[in-house]
């Protein structure tokens, strides 16, 4: 039941505080409990108990309770045995993922800029050549605060 006393959440508040690698975690984090809830209604479905598949993976039943509530990270190989053992096929993919351009130079130290609206992330070496001139070619001059408020 939703507390009466605070405002719906309207994911503004997300907006502010969620950073890139707090969003990664969180969807890294997704994607291994809808896993877990995946092998785990295969076993209830099969109507194996924890100690069944703990026996046919040569372990412990309270080390397959752990996993199911997801109190460790386990390895692909963990994931490949219980599937196994609930008469399952774990399947992998590997697809694109969705970010800015990475420019990659040598000696890199790396910097954000903005390319038109896009960010894009140039890794500039110590002398900033290759990098200077990549952003003198596709970059506008960001206007300084005098420059904005004439």
Known sequence: MTNPTLAPDDGDFDDFTMTDELREALKDAELRSSLLDSLVDRRRTLGLSQKTVAERMETTQSTISEFEHGAT????????????????????????????????????????IRTSGRAATVERNTAGVVADMYASRHLRPVPTYKEMAS
């Open 73 to 112: 990270d386990p390895f692909l190989s963990t994931l490949q045995r219980y599937a196994r053992a609930v008469d399952a096929e774990l399947a992998v993919t590997v697809k694109p993922a969705h970010r800015a351009p990475v420019i990659r130079l040598a000696n890199a130290r790396r910097s954000r």
